[in-house]
């Protein structure tokens, strides 16, 4: 038989047929490498029994209890407010009313997006901070450097190409090293995605305000909205690219779509290229409704698709 790994916790929970385990240990008797892994399991069934076994069995009825208390009016009793007879059992009332959940604005809701927001920080491959940094930091240079009527063609091409790797970097397919616990955890995939795309396109663009607003500091010709309006647009469609590729197949792909998008921008101001191809690629680079519109089409259709990628498990809550 092939190696059996997917038999290895059932087989040292003693949980496989018969058959099935006569099986497994005749090839753990001739494989090294699953015989260790099938002690491993060994030794992580030892340690869960032992927990199990330190906690204090509930009383009997408990969970009647709980439910009862649940049923009514789908608001749960304190401590104070004794019932005067018995509380009734889910048998007696026919069916079991939850309370429902009433979000408060600023309250658990907001704080549990704030929490997810600031967990992505740790998730992040903390290479894309000083590589973004970096090539930001050249470009507002050179920007600065260069003549005042162009400060805004090089954010135009900067800040966008930075975006687009950050964001390829951090929100593509096998990118996660904790992929594994956000799987199991109740938080959406489409939350996971939306938060980390928020903070790495958040913190670009901020970054980018600051250049522009030292831009303008360092150069009275330099108009701070004229540079934002410039590099706005560039940065919203080749996030989203990059966002949408990267998710829906891998980060290289993501780069190399964005890259495409890039190059082409880059040639066009050069007169190399085709009317046809230069007059679609012009309205593409500038911000515009129709531009910021497909950006956010695009995030929307990698989003609502993310959670039924294969590999990717699709929770029924979604959110």
């Given amino acids: 038989m ?5 038999l290895l916790a059932s087989f040292a929970a003693g949980t496989l047929p018969d058959e099935d385990a006569r099986q ?35 009383p009997s009825g408990l969970l009647d209890a709980v439910l009862a208390r649940l049923s009514a009016d789908g608001a749960p009793r304190t401590a104070g407010q004794a019932a005067s007879s018995e509380p009734p ?18 309250g658990a809701v907001g704080a549990r997006a704030v929490r997810i927001l600031a967990r992505q920080w740790r998730l992040v491959d903390r290479r894309v901070w ?5 090539v930001l930091a050249l470009g507002t240079g050179f920007a600065a450097w260069a003549p005042s009527r162009i400060s805004g063609t090089v954010l135009a091409m900067v800040v966008p190409l930075v975006a687009a790797l950050a964001i390829a970097g951090a929100c593509g397919s096998g990118t996660d090293p904790a992929a594994e616990v956000v799987a199991a955890s109740p938080t959406g995939v489409r939350t ?38 410039a590099w706005l647009g560039p940065v919203t469609l080749l996030s989203a690219v990059s966002f949408a590729l990267s998710v829906l197949w891998r ?16 040639l066009a101001g050069t007169g190399t290229l085709d009317h046809t191809v230069l007059n679609v690629v012009e309205p593409l680079w500038r911000t515009s409704g129709p531009v910021l519109t497909g950006a956010a089409l695009l995030v929307a259709g990698a989003v609502a698709l993310s959670p039924h990628l294969p590999g990717r498990a699709s929770r029924a809550y979604g959110w």
Avoid: N
């Avoid at 092939?2 to 997917?6: F, K, S």
């Avoid at 009332?93 to 309370?99: F, K």
């Avoid at 928020?198 to 303008?216: C, D, K, P, Q, T």
């Fill in 192 to 229: 996971v995605l939306l938060a980390r795309l928020s903070l790495v396109l958040g913190v670009i663009v901020g970054a980018a305000s600051v250049a522009s607003l030292g831009l303008g500091w360092f150069d009275a010709a330099s108009s701070p909205p004229l540079l934002f309006v």
């Fill in 2 to 6: 092939t190696h059996p790994t997917d």
């Fill in 24 to 58: 497994v240990a005749r090839h753990l008797d001739r494989c090294a490498g699953c015989a260790a892994e099938a002690a491993s399991w060994q030794r992580i069934g030892a340690a869960v029994a032992d927990r199990v076994a330190a906690v204090a069995v509930p």
């Fill in 251 to 266: 980060p290289a792909v993501g780069i190399a779509g964005a890259m495409a998008l890039w190059m082409l921008r880059a």
């Fill in 130 to 134: 000083p590589v973004a940094g970096a």
């Fill in 89 to 106: 059992t889910p048998a007696a009332t026919g069916s079991v009313a939850l309370p429902r959940y009433a979000a408060v604005p600023g």
